[in-house]
């Protein structure tokens, strides 16, 4: 038996169902993307085609056979829309759930007892994890500038004296922010060229922008959702 399947079988997971989803997961795993736990379904009766969750460092994926096991559905949730996890210790095994933002209870049932401790444990670090990195980054991110309070100055000097070239009071971004504009706008080098701490100055950049108004809330989501993919 292949080394990645037996380090998956602390708990009686079914080595069959393990095998299955193993094989299937080498080409759904995004890059950096790691398995940390497989949780596997043992029914009362015989599990002929047990359902499966498993718990990798970006997402939670939900494995269900069908077709008598020749193929299977896999439904994911990323750690950044899970609110919460939660399990439930029944007589014959365990429920395992979690919720998701949009009020959305996702529940895998008959999991054993010690698999569905382990799987709310490592769970519970992945949200702390990326609960750690958003305190982080909005820790070290500096006050935006009031750009209203510096144009009204600007306005006020200029009516001082007399206008010659109306290009004088044209509004301009400063120049300590022109480089993070540029830099944000070029991204010369690819995401995935980037060392950890390009990547985490690329985000701190990012928020900047926002916080000035030079990008919008959901451009901003979408390269915060990229950077993070590669951290």
Do not use: H
């Not at 901003?220 to 959702?225: A, P």
Request: glycine letters at 4%; hydrophobic letters at 35%.
């Amino acid at each position: 038996m292949k080394d990645q399947i037996k380090k998956f079988l602390n708990e009686d997971q079914d080595p069959k169902a393990i095998e299955k989803i193993t094989s299937k997961l080498q080409d759904l795993l995004m890059k950096n993307e790691e398995v940390g736990y497989i949780g596997v379904q043992k029914k009362p009766a015989i599990t002929v085609l047990p359902d499966s969750i498993v718990l990798t460092n970006k997402r939670i994926i939900l494995c269900k056979p069908k077709n008598l096991g020749l193929s299977m559905d896999f439904v994911d949730y990323d750690w950044e829309d899970v609110a919460g996890t939660f399990v439930k210790e029944n007589i014959l095994g365990s429920e395992f759930s979690f919720s998701t933002k949009t009020d959305l209870t996702i529940s895998i049932d008959y999991i054993p007892k010690t698999q569905a401790r382990k799987l709310y444990t490592f769970a519970k670090e992945q949200m702390d994890n990326l609960k750690n990195v958003s305190v982080v980054v909005e820790a070290i991110i500096p006050p935006p500038i009031n750009y209203k309070e510096v144009e009204e100055v600007d306005i006020e000097e200029v009516e001082t004296e007399e206008v010659t070239n109306y290009a004088e009071i044209v509004s301009v971004v400063p120049p300590q922010y022109q480089n993070i504009q540029t830099d944000s706008i070029s991204q010369e080098k690819s995401m995935k060229d980037l060392s950890s701490e390009e990547l985490f100055e690329k985000l701190q950049n990012f928020k900047k922008l926002l916080d000035n108004g030079l990008i919008l809330q959901g451009e901003y989501d979408t390269l915060k959702k990229e950077i993070m993919s590669y951290m």
